[in-house]
């Protein structure tokens, strides 16, 4: 009986994707560069030949300067010809990878490459619908992208944890005062890990660390590079990961949690049991950026690139894996504000059961989008 081959690894195909598509623009832009300056140089030789004052009959200086502009725009032709057959292989094998992409997407099989002008746009060159749509994401994310090799992230430094001891105080201080010492309690449970994940004290390369490599920026869970290459980690971090930026950023969604809580019943815990069961280990609130006065700034972080739905999410963590795995090169992210790009911006805060009727935060951060698991705060009445 012959052997099937082993299906393709889902990380290794987006991986392989990306790298492919990052390598059409960098030629792209080289062409771009490359034919800019020789036109550049062109056009100076021809206005430099065009102040020149000689008899028609000696030399006929404004044709010869016209043919040096031309040459200019033939070079410029050369160069874009060069460029669409340096990349059409890469075209190529990307449209192929798309293909063993797509089942994973619920599509049978990915129809052939579009006829396109071989200088046209890269996009022109894919089928219309879900191969299109996915170049034009990866598209959308080059100039911004942001990638963090596997021995930088192991020069990243850990937060200390006085350093968070005195971010936890700090957010505290810019409660009410009626609310301090519940805000004090709440952020120094044994069970939370708002701040060590998400403080204002958090550098942004530490983020990033934690969302390409899943690095704990508290260092408290275990994280190794391997020697040939990749990452061993104890840590979790979704598509991804940031924080607050300030103290008083970070204040805000507990600020408005714990005034609610005060308005509409004797304090928290009595607002959580109201709105759960008995039996409710966990329960999770979305305070909306209006409701918590969250504004542009107040938050930053990364996302992975290209996840806008679901099954392309899954995508860029399968190819996360498949670096930290396999050793190869990085996943791409890019900077990304939740409360000014989310549809639904605002904090995400999960609280656990630690007693019959007592409840301790475990986390706090800001979001784009309310998780649907999650109870919205105005609906806590």
């Not at 140089?41 to 006929?60: H, K, N, S």
């Not at 408290?220 to 990961?241: F, I, V």
């Not at 996360?320 to 989310?342: L, N, T």
């Not at 904090?347 to 784009?368: D, E, N």
């Amino acid at each position: 009986m012959t052997q099937q081959p082993a299906p393709p690894d889902r990380g290794a195909v987006r991986a392989a994707i990306e790298g492919l598509l990052r390598t059409c623009v960098d030629l792209e832009y080289q062409a771009d560069g490359a034919a800019t300056e020789a036109r550049k140089r062109a056009r100076g030789v021809a206005e430099a030949l065009a102040a020149v004052r000689l008899p028609r009959g000696v030399l006929d200086v404004p044709a010869l300067a016209q043919q040096v502009d031309d040459l200019g725009s033939q070079l410029d032709a050369d160069l874009r010809g060069r460029l669409a057959e340096a990349r059409r292989p890469y075209v190529t094998e990307i449209h192929t990878l798309l293909a063993l992409l797509a089942p994973w997407h619920g599509l049978a099989a990915l129809p052939p490459m579009a006829s396109a002008a071989p200088v046209g746009d890269l996009h022109d060159h894919f089928p219309a619908g879900f191969a299109q749509n996915y170049i034009d994401d990866l598209l959308a994310a080059v100039d911004r992208s942001v990638t963090l090799t596997v021995q930088t992230a192991a020069g990243v430094p850990a937060q200390p944890h006085h350093a968070s001891d005195q971010a936890k105080i700090r957010v505290s201080d810019r409660l009410s005062y009626n609310d301090r010492a519940e805000g004090v309690r709440m952020l120094q449970g044994s069970d939370c890990h708002a701040v060590e994940r998400h403080g204002p004290h958090i550098s942004r390369e530490a983020q990033l660390a934690r969302l390409l490599w899943r690095k704990d920026p508290a260092g408290q869970q275990r994280w190794q590079p391997l020697a040939a290459g990749g990452a061993e980690s104890d840590h979790w971090c979704g598509p991804a990961a940031g924080g607050f930026t300030s103290p008083e950023a970070m204040a805000k969604p507990l600020q408005a949690l714990l005034r609610w809580a005060r308005d509409h019943a004797t304090g928290l815990d009595e607002l959580l049991n109201r709105h759960t069961k008995p039996k409710t280990k966990r329960v999770a609130i979305h305070v909306s950026a209006e409701s918590a006065g969250l504004v542009a700034g107040d938050a930053a972080g990364y996302r992975g690139t290209a996840t806008s739905n679901r099954a392309m999410t899954d995508d860029w963590l399968d190819a996360r894996e498949y670096a930290m795995v396999h050793g190869a090169p990085p996943v791409y992210a890019v900077p990304y504000d939740p409360i000014v790009e989310g549809p639904d911006a605002g904090a995400f805060l999960q609280f656990k059961r630690v007693g019959p009727s007592s409840w301790q935060l475990v986390t706090c951060y800001p979001v784009g989008h309310r998780n649907p698991n999650s109870k919205r705060l105005e609906d806590l009445i």
